[in-house]
């Protein structure tokens, strides 16, 4: 691998999952990281708590709600030896210390990677988040969280908190969720001043006549042409048995540039968007604000979680042979 080269396929997806739907949900989830390991992408983002859907509401207080979707996590690790290259992060609800949390999961080639918990809830407007989780509070800090031995992971133990992901060539991935975006600390500051490449939003936005002008103009293109990097985000689309419509538009950007976007409004179940991205032009991007230079070299080094695999390895370009070539010229010349 050429390491100057540092481009990738990276891959964002809307999904019209249903509360409490866990198996039509798992099998939702599992169509998009089909897709987007056949697109070539080397990670796949979904929205807030895909898993038992974001609209269960008090079904948060029952505890059965936590076990199925743990079910449902378990099936996903063991299916994602079938993408042995792709990095999947998921939404779930998790108990730590006694304690329920609104958490992104990440997990590649059949081994759970990283529980990351949610550090501002949203309960403004329709959203009532802290009456089911509470919001983490240690900045970069996690723990090893024991697994539920009833439920079946060929692990004992997985980080849990707050951190950065870290592949076996360099890249670093970080965790916004939802309303940490729209604080006025958004996290994807602290992120980028410890150089993460790609910052992954898994949400659960509602429409509202114009709040995907600004959550995207606004919000994710600013935070990106601010901070620099790759953002993701991914949102639900429909609605999913609350009182509230999810407007999807899931999308990645780089750099304050939208590079891909999926349909606000549509009636798939699942929907899939890809994008190459240069990893290289984010610190080229970072490099050239100095204040922003000053900043980070203030911060405390991050130690990174790491995993096996390399994300950066390139967009092979596919050549063909000379007669496939000049059969294809001709056929385009006489076209037109």
Not at 11 to 21: M, Y
């Amino acid at each position: 691998m050429d390491q100057w080269d540092r481009r990738c396929r990276v891959a964002t997806c809307t999904v019209n999952n249903w509360a409490l739907d866990f198996r039509g949900n798992y099998e939702r989830i599992v169509k998009t990281c089909s897709e987007a390991y056949a697109l070539g992408a080397r990670i796949r983002l979904g929205p807030e708590l895909e898993i038992p859907g974001y609209g269960c509401a008090d079904h948060f207080f029952e505890l059965d709600t936590e076990r199925h979707s743990w079910e449902m996590l378990s099936k996903l690790v063991e299916k994602s030896k079938d993408w042995p290259e792709l990095l999947v992060i998921t939404g779930i609800p998790t108990r730590f210390r006694g304690l329920l949390y609104n958490c992104a999961a990440a997990l590649k080639n059949g081994k759970l990677l990283f529980i990351r918990a949610k550090m501002g809830l949203a309960d403004d407007n329709v959203y009532r988040e802290s009456r089911w989780f509470v919001k983490w509070t240690e900045t970069f800090k996690h723990y090893e969280m024991p697994l539920n031995a009833q439920i079946h992971f060929e692990q004992s133990t997985v980080p849990f908190g707050d951190g950065i992901l870290e592949s076996s060539d360099n890249v670093r991935v970080g965790f916004e969720i939802c309303e940490e975006l729209w604080s006025s600390r958004s996290t994807n500051i602290r992120l980028a001043e410890q150089g993460v490449d790609i910052i992954c939003n898994g949400s659960g936005s509602h429409h509202i006549l114009g709040k995907s002008n600004y959550r995207i103009n606004q919000l994710i293109l600013g935070s990106s042409a601010k901070v620099g990097g790759v953002y993701l985000y991914a949102n639900h689309r429909g609605c999913d048995g609350d009182r509230v419509y999810y407007d999807g538009a899931s999308s990645i950007a780089q750099n304050g540039d939208l590079l891909a976007q999926i349909h606000q409004f549509d009636i798939e179940d699942t929907c899939v968007a890809t994008a190459i991205v240069d990893l290289s032009e984010n610190s080229v991007f970072r490099q050239m604000k100095s204040s922003d230079r000053g900043n980070a070299s203030d911060q405390k080094t991050v130690v990174p979680i790491r995993f096996d695999g390399n994300m950066a390895e390139g967009v092979k370009f596919n050549q063909k042979c000379t007669e496939r070539m000049t059969s294809m010229v001709e056929k385009c010349c006489f076209k037109n």
